[in-house]
């Protein structure tokens, strides 16, 4: 069993910065990539970035510039620094990872529970 917890979610004015945390436990060998999701309002879940075990990342366009993703392969924990913040930026955002345990062959696709992320004035 792997579980995701997510932290770092609140209520932030335009402008401003968020960190929001994921840490990955449990029967865990390797965690391999790791990303970011978000979903607003009746609107479809959208990637937001992802992080590889290599330190390779990828970016939405709507979010270059402003949010960088990182990660602690010590800790299994994955970062999301959200910085220069629009209200289109809010969403519920969920965490994922691709997690090889130690009793299955395969690999394994994991979800956080969700945080909220709400910029309002």
């Known amino acids: 069993q792997v579980q995701l917890v997510e932290s770092g979610g609140g209520l932030v004015q335009p402008g401003g910065s968020l960190r929001l945390s994921c840490a990955a436990s449990?029967?865990?060998?390797?965690?391999?990539?790791m990303a970011w999701y978000r979903q607003a309002p009746e609107k479809q879940r959208e990637l937001v970035a992802t992080?590889?075990?290599?330190?390779?990342?990828n970016y939405a366009d709507s979010v270059k510039g402003r949010f960088s993703i990182s990660r602690d392969n010590v800790q299994n924990t994955v970062f999301l620094q959200m910085n220069s913040l629009k209200p289109e930026d809010t969403a519920v955002y969920y965490c994922?990872?691709?997690?090889?345990?130690?009793?299955?062959?395969?690999?394994?696709?994991?979800w956080g529970q969700g945080t909220q992320v709400t910029i309002s004035s």
């Open positions: 994922y990872a691709d997690v090889w345990t130690w009793t299955r062959g395969g690999s394994v696709a994991y």
């Open positions: 449990g029967n865990i060998l390797t965690v391999n990539v």
């Open positions: 992080i590889d075990g290599g330190g390779s990342t």
